[in-house]
């Protein structure tokens, strides 16, 4: 809730599980004792840039056990002396105020925000993955779908080459019932009678040639 004339936190509603809560350039200046009510497990609570003065106005943050990190960066309350001291005194579950430690360390880059990012990363690099692994098997999916389809021509061009050799086999068949039908009609009585009229036929036109030479 960053920048939205926010002038006191009693509205907030019941946030059991809250570890970070973002305050910063709003007017508050008091009333945090409802932080402790609803926000029991704050772990980071940043309340810079609101209109916070003295460090009375931070006690009831004393009852929020878990809180390790403070910031009121741009508050009034910074300009006090020993205003560090002063709060890491009045708070001693704090380790950072402001960035850094009571030993001007600053804090490492390992903090819940970033955390957070990197569980985003790894949410968002778990979805690529699952998208890659999506795709590959969609791949194999279209592969084994072009091999059917392979298969499937290898098998119709084995059909068709069965098919001609069938037809092929037919047609020799069919040839052989014709010779074996005309060396029948040759063999039946029929065959042989019509066999010498032709023959005789064929001789009465030799006898007719030779009477017409000697006329």
């Known amino acids: 809730m960053i920048n939205i004339n926010l002038l006191s936190v009693s509205n907030l509603p019941k946030l059991n599980k809250l570890r970070k809560l973002?305050?910063?350039?709003?007017?508050?200046?008091?009333?945090?004792?409802?932080?402790a009510e609803k926000t029991p497990n704050l772990t980071h609570?940043?309340?810079?840039?609101?209109?916070?003065?003295?460090?009375?106005?931070?006690?009831?943050?004393?009852?929020?056990?878990?809180?390790?990190?403070?910031?009121?960066?741009?508050?009034?309350?910074?300009?006090?002396?020993?205003y560090r001291e002063s709060v890491f005194a009045l708070l001693p579950q704090l380790t950072y105020l402001?960035?850094?430690?009571?030993?001007?360390?600053?804090?490492?880059?390992?903090?819940?925000?970033?955390d957070g990012d990197a569980l985003e990363d790894d949410y968002e690099n778990g979805e690529e993955g699952e998208e890659e692994e999506d795709d590959e098997e969609e791949d194999d999916l279209d592969?084994?779908?072009?091999?059917?389809?392979e298969d499937e021509d290898d098998d119709l061009e084995g059909e068709e080459e069965e098919d001609g050799?069938?037809?092929?086999?037919?047609?020799?068949?069919?040839?052989?019932?014709?010779?074996?039908?005309?060396?029948a009609e040759e063999d039946h009585p029929c065959g042989q009678k019509r066999k010498r009229s032709l023959e005789?036929?064929?001789?009465?036109?030799?006898?007719?040639?030779?009477?017409?030479?000697?006329d």
């Open 22 to 35: 973002e305050l910063s350039d709003n007017r508050i200046s008091g009333g945090l004792e409802v932080l």
């Open 45 to 82: 609570l940043n309340l810079s840039g609101n209109k916070i003065k003295d460090i009375n106005t931070l006690e009831p943050l004393k009852k929020l056990p878990n809180l390790h990190s403070l910031d009121l960066f741009n508050c009034e309350v910074t300009m006090l002396i020993n």
């Open 98 to 114: 402001d960035g850094f430690d009571a030993d001007e360390q600053e804090a490492p880059d390992s903090d819940p925000e970033a």
């Open 143 to 149: 592969e084994e779908v072009i091999d059917d389809e």
């Open 165 to 183: 050799v069938d037809d092929e086999e037919e047609d020799e068949e069919e040839d052989g019932e014709e010779d074996e039908e005309d060396e």
């Open 200 to 214: 005789d036929e064929g001789e009465e036109d030799a006898e007719d040639e030779e009477d017409d030479e000697d």
